[in-house]
């Protein structure tokens, strides 16, 4: 903490400390001298507690207090009004204003996690609201966790989404695990050490009536969190904590999928969470497998929100690939950084030597992380170790001619995304369902099946809102769903059909691109589904003819894993994100005309290199034996 910020905790604590001497009925009882004081008080936590480790730096016990986090009678020689109203696990957003956001601390911060899509799940509760047919703003407000109802879409959030809101409570000592959620601030910051996880562990498996004594080691606060942090969550939904290690889910472990044993060959291959779930292993993202963290690129805006409430993600996460790979980096200079990017950069004891500049999004926020030197390139440095790594510019071919102009880097960089269809969801009034928003077990339970995950190339869609206007992006099967919205036992079934799909960056990027017939000659990145995706030549013309592996649904006839038709064009809601859509059906037509090329001539032969700069010049000068797709 900088100097003037422990001044002001000081002053603040000093005063909150005096008024509370004030009022209480145990003021008498006042700690013998000497006494170890923090911020000027007597610290009367310190004459008990005194031998705790853990703790260091701006936040240890003898620089700012136990009371400052933990609150308590700091002043009281007994026990029980000691520990009066004390935090037991402070951090928690129930009461992170008065912990970690009291004055003189982290006062601006705890008002923007609160606000941020973590805390809200906004998103999330937009799209399932929508998705069954109910408004996504009903009361007129961006949507909160905390204000859920109790209607169809909101019991079924309450059961099966909102455990992973921010503002879920920690209530358990120990550290941020597999199975972690929510927890405040506790969920990026909170960090055990080897001494400290033992110490609880310890702790935990003594009988109640031999814990007299708290554990002698106390886990201390990080402001670099470990991917570990963000896994209980991420590990989840998208599946994006999984992909980036390379790490694809399936159902069952049996045959070939047994669950890996100690020493087994098959160890490094196969995993088991601790949740029960099976992990295979695939291919990690290139940025993993050269040693980078979430955190290496994603700011603190991103990740804590920069104030305002959003409704959707898109609006909070803006770091994109261009950010770090582009020919020329958008950059700030160090006497016009904002004091938040300061502070972090003094804290991490990382100085901008002259001439060198910071990083920013192209939306302006800098990338506190990323290093810009005028003639000699950029680099980033990685948070958690200052290892640096140099910051390369996107290849010739990401560039050059026309034909790839409105492609994302992730629609060809992304080597697979974790793929799941076929999902049914149903209500059982005859069970029970653990309410995660109330935190109790209610009446009634909503039980979700779902198909096995593929580890599959995405799907290319449309993005068609803001500066990506057109843009082709990564999708996955966001909802391929049958609903019964029907609560009540006896009622008949009140079905919802939805086939939704989600823009995902799976975070499974690698350099070498895909190869240009997975997209232009592949029924899955064109949005039919698995199947037989065939170009025949008849003479100078030829026809494209698609057989799908999966059999249609009863509720629109297309093919069960499918986003849209074969040369056709698909309206109406089509996505969790709004305002994407699949490709159309004269965009396919485009695409699979490049596709009829690829049949006989290769991706990188000099024909399709100069079809990419210029593909109506080449299909121009085309010899008689070329044969162009006729469309019905």
């Not at 961006?142 to 019991?155: E, F, K, N, Q």
């Not at 490094?268 to 295979?280: E, I, P, V, Y």
């Not at 059999?551 to 056709?568: I, R």
Request: glycine fraction near 10%; proline fraction near 7%.
């Amino acid at each position: 903490m900088p100097r003037f910020a422990r001044a002001a905790a000081g002053v603040a604590l000093v005063v909150l400390a005096a008024a509370a001497l004030a009022l209480s009925p145990w003021g008498r009882e006042r700690l013998p001298d000497p006494v170890r004081h923090a911020l000027g008080i007597g610290e009367g936590c310190l004459a008990c507690h005194g031998a705790v480790t853990g703790l260091e730096g701006a936040h240890a016990p003898a620089r700012i207090g136990c009371a400052s986090c933990h609150g308590g009678d700091v002043r009281s020689r007994d026990k029980t009004v000691a520990h009066a109203g004390m935090v037991l696990i402070p951090g928690n957003l129930a009461d992170a204003a008065k912990t970690c956001g009291q004055a003189g601390c982290h006062a601006s911060i705890v008002p923007r996690v609160e606000r941020s899509i973590m805390a809200t799940m906004a998103g999330v509760i937009a799209v399932d609201r929508e998705a069954l047919g109910e408004p996504a703003m009903p009361d007129g407000r961006i949507p909160h966790a905390a204000r859920l109802g109790h209607g169809v879409a909101d019991s079924h959030l309450r059961e099966l989404c909102v455990g992973c809101h921010l503002g879920q409570a920690k209530t358990e000592w120990g550290p941020i695990g597999q199975e972690s959620q929510g927890g405040g601030c506790n969920a990026c910051h909170l960090e055990y050490g080897a001494e400290a996880a033992r110490a609880v562990k310890a702790y935990a498996a003594m009988p109640r009536e031999a814990r007299t004594a708290i554990p002698p080691a106390h886990p201390s606060l990080t402001l670099n969190p470990r991917n570990e942090h963000c896994f209980g969550c991420h590990s989840r939904s998208g599946r994006i904590a999984l992909s980036y290690e390379g790490w694809n889910e399936f159902r069952e472990a049996s045959g070939d999928n047994a669950a890996p044993t100690a020493g087994g060959g098959r160890a490094a291959s196969l995993r088991k969470l601790d949740d029960g779930r099976f992990l295979q292993k695939v291919v990690a993202d290139v940025h993993h497998e050269r040693g980078l963290e979430c955190i290496d690129c994603h700011t603190a805006n991103e990740l804590m929100g920069a104030g305002a409430e959003v409704l959707r993600k898109s609006q909070q996460q803006k770091v994109g690939c261009e950010d770090c790979h582009a020919a020329k980096l958008a950059s700030v200079a160090p006497e016009n950084l904002d004091p938040e990017s300061r502070l972090l950069m003094t804290l991490r004891k990382w100085q901008l030597a002259p001439g060198q500049r910071m990083g920013t999004t192209r939306d302006g926020e800098p990338l506190v992380n990323v290093v810009v030197e005028e003639g000699r390139g950029a680099k980033l440095l990685r948070k958690r170790t200052g290892a640096a790594h140099p910051l390369r510019p996107p290849a010739a071919a990401c560039t050059q001619g026309k034909g790839h102009e409105r492609l994302s880097c992730a629609s060809c960089h992304t080597a697979w995304a974790p793929r799941c269809v076929a999902c049914h969801t149903q209500f059982d009034p005859k069970d029970e369902g653990f309410d995660h928003a109330a935190q109790a077990w209610v009446k009634g339970t909503w039980n979700e099946t779902a198909g096995p995950f593929e580890p599959l190339p995405p799907t290319l869609g449309v993005l068609h809102d803001g500066p990506t206007r057109g843009a082709i992006d990564t999708f996955v099967p966001g909802m391929i769903m049958t609903f019964d919205r029907n609560r009540e036992e006896g009622k008949a079934p009140d079905i919802v059909f939805r086939r939704l799909y989600a823009k995902l960056h799976s975070h499974t990027t690698r350099r070498e691109a895909r190869d240009c017939k997975s997209c232009h000659a592949d029924p899955v990145a064109l949005g039919f589904g698995k199947g037989e995706l065939r170009f025949a030549a008849q003479g100078k013309t030829g026809r494209w003819t698609f057989k799908p592996a999966a059999k249609p649904s009863p509720h629109d006839g297309l093919p069960e894993d499918a986003w849209t038709g074969f040369l056709a064009t698909r309206t109406g809601m089509v996505s969790t994100k709004e305002g994407a859509r699949p490709l159309s059906a004269e965009e396919q037509r485009r695409i699979l005309t490049v596709g009829a090329c690829l049949s006989c001539h290769a991706g990188d032969s000099p024909v399709m290199r100069r079809a990419q700069a210029d593909f109506a010049a080449t299909v121009a000068g085309r010899t008689a034996r070329c044969a162009m797709p006729a469309w019905p």
